[in-house]
């Protein structure tokens, strides 16, 4: 499978210490954090603290951190949450470890870390400013497409296009309504997963409707929140939202570079 662990983010802060210390992994991982503010999704009303390399970043908006293998980061610190956020760890991997700083090897000496290069600094001085992403790149609009029948945000999105050598990563909010996303059956060369996560903070695991999911010759309805694992080859979609009445956030993850679909035979 693929590596993911969900936090709900209440409210309070850890201005007085830390949650993570700093370390280094022998995989590439996405921290991520997502509001919940229906105005205006963009912003946390929140503050964080994070460390990437010798740089200390405060974020404040939604945003995927992109963490390559072998980069040092931490310590994250919530400085301040005033509405709930969703918060994340992510890597196309099978299993999470870590290098802590100052870490020692059962022989006694220091464990052999992955080697990270830092890029050269941008315009503004920074190294590493270039790993955090707050927007959604644009796409064409088929002016022949159906109109959503769903009121939702394009939140978030990577892949190697927004960040080179990044894997794939594709985050929506969902806030009322129903209607299909992927209609079409599919399956890819690459493992997925999806994510359904309820935002109601006194039923966080009910989804705000239900949603249906077809897997191989399997019809499966799902109310609650959850992570489906998709592995490469298996035919799935399409994804049916069904009376949405409360926000749910949908998202995908994969480990490949670029999302790519095999429909009947065909590349697209």
Known sequence: SIYMECVWLWEGSTTRGTTEEPHVHEFDEVIGFVSTKRENPRELDAE????LGDEK????NSCLVYIPRGMKHCPLTFRQVN???FFFTLAPKGMYGRISEGAKSPAGGKPEKP??????KDANG?????????EVPPRPVDPK???????????LRLEDKVIPGAFYADFVWIWKGSGTIAPGGHSHNWDEMFGLIGADREHERDLGGTVELTLGDEKHVLKNSC????PRGLHHCPLEFKNIQKPTLCFTV???TEYTSIQKNKTA
């Open 254 to 256: 994969g480990n490949t």
């Open 115 to 120: 080697v990270f290069l830092p890029p050269e």
């Open 126 to 134: 920074s190294r590493y400013a270039r790993y955090i992403v707050t």
């Open 145 to 155: 497409a159906p109109r959503p029948t769903m009121e939702g945000t394009r939140l």
């Open 83 to 85: 509405r709930p956020v």
């Open 57 to 60: 970043n405060i974020l404040k």
């Open 227 to 230: 992570l489906v694992y998709v």
């Open 48 to 51: 964080m603290e994070i460390w």
